[in-house]
């Protein structure tokens, strides 16, 4: 035998398979021809049992077991996104009262809630809110054309309809549908932060609904592409989202201080194995930007800073991911990664293990239909693929489950027979909504046992036992096919070819390279490239992006085989590159190095600026590659979606130039870069501004550089963070690019100290040593300061008078009457709120009060200030166990008693130091007090 093609186990089975068919030829000659099995004596020791009883364990909703994590864990951090982050005992607190909004709302127990989502622990506090309520959720993806939003939600008929602030514009035509139908609410949801900040919920209940959930219920419903035309709705239950969970949890060796990365797109499955399989462990969960995942340095970074130790990626996102980042960045934290969606070659596994050295791979095998991956294929990081076939099999079922590979006759195959690979398991989907023909068709009882409810799933993946029991996926006996991990009926495209009114028949074909899809259009009046393109567009408005066909070839008829079946071999192939006749050439020298780079990326010669990037050839990887390519010769950050919404040198010329020609923001502000030691990084206050800190950088000269954060959004153009934790998460992604590892030095004045203790409070959790926090005069909002009012209030005014006075007086006669005014404005706000509410006491300071103090500013910086304090009140800060550094005004506010230190008592479980230096709050910051202040600082920094 061949070795190239051929184990020696793989041939002595197929002797041992001829010895036994001849033996069962003889035994019974009369039998039919199918009868006889390939299944010998001893491939049955290790092939599934097929009427082997299966465990129906029932571990309860997941989100009850969210409920005991946050009763456990009620400050561990529960998801961390790009803006903010939200703890166990938050995430519990606001999906609570999110569900009995609903509830209050007349939603009831498996009523349909459409979310119109967008990544982020928005969608999370939805979800949850949503089970908790016993409703069943479907997820939109606004990147979506408007007419598929509306084939989801059409079918589903929701009876709620949630929209995340984040997701942005509902668009007008899904709008009008949801105008045309009763809904029990139409909620819009804003980031935890500010739902805190506005007391959005805070008149429903903190604790769990009364609401029973059974295995059987609707947790779910997803889709996936339907051969009719129109998109399947699959059922997803309670059962089978949580059964397999405490298995992977201990198979895994899961913890506390895993850290999971939401990477899957919002339509995809394995969105949930992110979200729920973090939140049932009690690990975090962390969130990137949406593009960083389609940029290979920016990816890579986010995991090597988030110190992501778990991710579900398809393969090509793992050719993102490994693309430009393997030479000089390394990922040590990462333990596992789940391969879903597509075939896992060894290659992909390789290129990982270069990022990852001590990665387990586990290439994953599931559909939509079974609700989660089924089967794996674990592969530890010592264990060498140099022998390993070049498509890794997927391995054997998940406990309670059986990975049945059965012939057309029913009967199981032996080992290397090709069949079709059926899911066994208690713990399948519900099947497809309102499609019983098809969920009967789709979903047999299995055929060894007489027992109904014993089922199993049709997968139509053809697969075959290797010598050792684990299954090998070949290929498909349907026209499905995969791209970018997303399962694709050619059907459903080609009945989205011929709404156009002009094409009266369709085909749909996959290309020979696997990465593109090619249609093909009859329409004998109309054969230019206008009208092609015209095609093309209408795809565009009723399809996701992945299954738009990179090219149209217009035909006046579709080639037949004898038998009149379409005969798929004649269909011409498509001309990728031809673009002769409509050739532009570039027109700028910046027109000439994208035309350059696409020339070499495509493999294509003489590509015009009208030329489409699909249509030549490209795919999701090159354009990845182009893009990483794109960013670091002209310093811009595009989008992919850039390249979807239009896909030609023209159109990406315009994009660069539009970027480039923006005043690229930061929050970084060098205020004085003179010294070798490391940065001092100080955080702005509620103003936003670095005013205050002019003079104290300038007496660091030259010993330490002094770095101002100034706050996003002061420039009017960017929008300001609505969280604390967002702020901190984003001066801390800047600070990087200055100073990529501890230990930092951190400080801020105000309202700058919180943000300044969240940046440590976060630094500390990812593992970065932050060698001293610096309070300017503050304790964060929420501490805790005893019983400091009335007595000390009266003392405080006596003792702080003739410094209050003396300050005042320097203000000069205008500059002073418009600071009584104002002041007196305050007090009498304050007294009158006091009387009515009982609340704020006098010398709390209220959003009406700042904003007064603020009237003479632009209305964006107003903005700017009520978010800030918004984003103040509504952060809770917890227990700092690091060095604090407390620089005490001796003045204090006339009306204010509030020692800092106090504060920080409550608040630091480390080393607390304080410096009291003279002047105020603000005039510590000022001549003379300020060379004081900068003396004992450095002082106290270089001791640090």
């Known amino acids: 035998y061949s070795p190239d093609l051929f184990t020696s186990e793989g041939i002595a089975e197929m002797l041992s398979q001829y010895v036994h068919l ?69 995430l519990e607190r606001l999906s609570n009262q999110l569900a009995h909004q609903l509830l209050d709302a007349n939603i009831k127990p498996q009523d349909v809630v459409a979310v119109y989502a967008h990544r982020s622990s928005s969608l999370v506090v939805a979800l949850m809110g949503i089970m908790k309520a016993g409703a069943t959720f479907v997820i939109l993806d606004p990147a979506y054309p408007p007419q598929r939003l509306i084939d989801y ?25 949801l105008a045309g139908h009763e809904l029990a609410c139409r909620i819009q949801l804003p980031c935890p932060g500010e739902l805190v ?88 969960l962390y969130i990137p930007e949406p593009d960083f995942v389609g940029n290979s340095r920016r990816f890579a970074n986010w995991m090597v800073d988030c110190g992501i130790t778990f991710a579900h990626m398809t393969p090509p996102m793992n050719a993102i991911l490994t693309e430009t980042a393997v030479s000089d960045i390394c990922l040590p934290s990462l333990k596992y990664t789940f391969f879903v969606g597509d075939k896992v070659t060894k290659d992909d596994v390789n290129r990982l293990r270069k990022l990852a050295p001590q990665v387990t791979c586990i290439n994953s095998y599931g559909s939509t239909e079974t609700q989660r991956a089924v089967g794996y ?115 459903e495209i080609e009945s989205a070819l011929t709404q156009h009114p002009a094409v009266e028949k369709g085909v749909v074909v996959l290309h020979s390279n696997g990465q593109q899809l090619i249609a093909y259009a009859v329409s004998p009046q109309n054969q230019d490239d206008e009208f092609a393109d015209s095609i093309r567009a209408s795809l565009m408005n009723r399809l996701p992006n992945f299954m738009v066909p990179s090219s149209v070839t217009v035909l006046d008829s579709l080639p037949l085989t004898p038998n009149g079946k379409i005969d798929y071999r004649a269909l011409p192939e498509p001309e990728l590159d031809a673009h002769a006749e409509t050739y532009v050439p570039p027109q700028t020298e910046l027109e000439k190095q994208l035309v350059t780079m696409w020339e070499d990326g495509l493999s294509v010669e003489k590509v015009g600026i009208q030329d489409n990037f699909f249509a030549l050839g490209g795919h999701s990887l090159l354009a990845v590659r182009l893009f990483t390519q794109i960013e670091s ?165 006596i003792k702080n008078f003739p410094l209050w006075a003396k300050s005042f007086a320097e203000l000069g006669p205008k500059r002073m009457f418009a600071r009584m005014r104002r002041q007196i404005r305050v007090l009498l706000h304050q007294g009158s709120a006091k009387l009515k509410h009982n609340q704020p006491p006098i010398g709390e300071i209220t959003a009406d009060d700042l904003l007064d103090y603020a009237s003479e500013l632009p209305q964006h910086r107003r903005t700017l200030i009520e978010k800030n304090f918004y984003a103040m009140k509504a952060y809770i800060p917890l227990q700092y166990d690091g060095p604090v550094l407390v620089i005490k005004a001796k003045a204090r506010s006339l009306f204010r008693v509030i020692d800092p230190v106090e504060g920080w008592k409550h608040l630091s479980n480390g080393d607390l130091l304080v410096q009291t230096i003279p002047g105020s709050h603000e005039g510590i910051f000022k001549s003379p007090n300020v060379q004081e202040l900068a003396k004992q600082l450095q002082t106290c920094l270089d001791e640090a």
């Open 22 to 90: 001849l033996e069962q030829l003889v035994a019974n000659p009369g039998q039919k021809i199918a009868e006889p099995s390939l299944v010998t004596e001893a491939a049955r020791q290790f092939l599934p049992n097929l009427v082997e009883p299966l465990g129906e364990t029932w571990h309860g909703p997941v989100h009850e077991m969210v409920s005991k994590q946050a009763q456990s864990l009620p400050e561990h951090l529960a998801v961390v996104d790009a803006q903010e982050s939200l703890r166990y005992s938050e």
């Open 153 to 177: 939600v059409d079918p589903v008929n929701p009876s709620g309809f949630i929209q995340l602030d984040v997701a942005g514009s509902v668009p007008p035509a899904l709008d009008d549908w």
């Open 197 to 284: 900040a506005k007391g959005m919920l805070a008149n429903y209940a903190v604790t769990p609904p009364e609401v029973t959930v059974g295995p059987d219920d609707l947790a779910y419903i997803a889709f996936t592409s339907g051969s009719t035309g129109k998109p399947k709705a699959i059922m997803g239950r309670h059962g089978s989202l949580s059964h397999f969970l405490p298995w992977q949890q201990q198979a895994f060796r899961l913890t506390t201080d895993d850290r999971f990365s939401m990477l899957s797109g919002l339509s995809h499955d394995p969105l949930q194995r992110d979200i729920f399989t973090s939140l049932w462990v009690g690990a975090t």
């Open 377 to 491: 294929n674990l592969i530890p990081p010592d264990v060498s693929l140099e022998t390993a076939r070049a498509i890794l099999p997927v391995g054997r079922g998940m406990p309670d489950v059986q990975l049945m590979i059965l012939n057309e006759h029913g009967q199981q195959t032996g080992i290397g027979e090709l069949g079709e690979i059926h899911v066994r398991s208690p713990h399948l989907s519900g099947g497809y909504l309102n499609e019983p023909e098809m969920t009967a068709e789709r979903f047999p009882a299995n055929p060894c046992t007489d027992r109904p409810q014993d089922k199993m799933y049709r997968s139509g993946d053809l697969g075959r036992y290797l010598p050792d029991g684990t299954v090998e996926f070949v290929g498909r006996n349907d026209r499905q096919v995969k791209i970018r991990g997303f399962r694709i009926e050619l059907g």
């Open 633 to 797: 010769k002209f310093d811009v950050n595009l989008p992919l979606l850039t390249l979807f919404q239009g896909g030609t040198v023209a159109h990406l010329a315009q994009q660069i130039e539009k970027q480039q020609g923006k005043t690229r923001w930061s929050s970084i502000v060098k205020m004085q870069m003179d010294g070798k030691k490391r940065p001092f990084f100080c955080v702005h206050g509620i103003t936003g501004d670095l005013l205050w800190f002019r003079e104290l950088a300038g007496l660091f000269a030259p010993e330490r550089p002094f770095i101002g954060l100034r706050s996003h959004g002061l420039d009017g153009v960017q929008e300001p963070f609505e969280t604390i934790a967002g702020m901190a998460a984003h001066y801390i992604s800047e600070m990087r690019q200055v100073q990529p590892v501890g230990p930092y030095y951190i400080g801020g004045a105000s309202f700058g100290g919180t943000v300044a203790l969240e940046m440590a409070q976060q630094l500390k959790e990812r593992g970065d040593d932050v060698a001293l926090l610096v309070m300017f005069d503050h304790a964060p909002h929420n501490a805790e300061f005893g019983e400091q009012r009335k007595r000390e209030t009266a003392v405080s005014f």
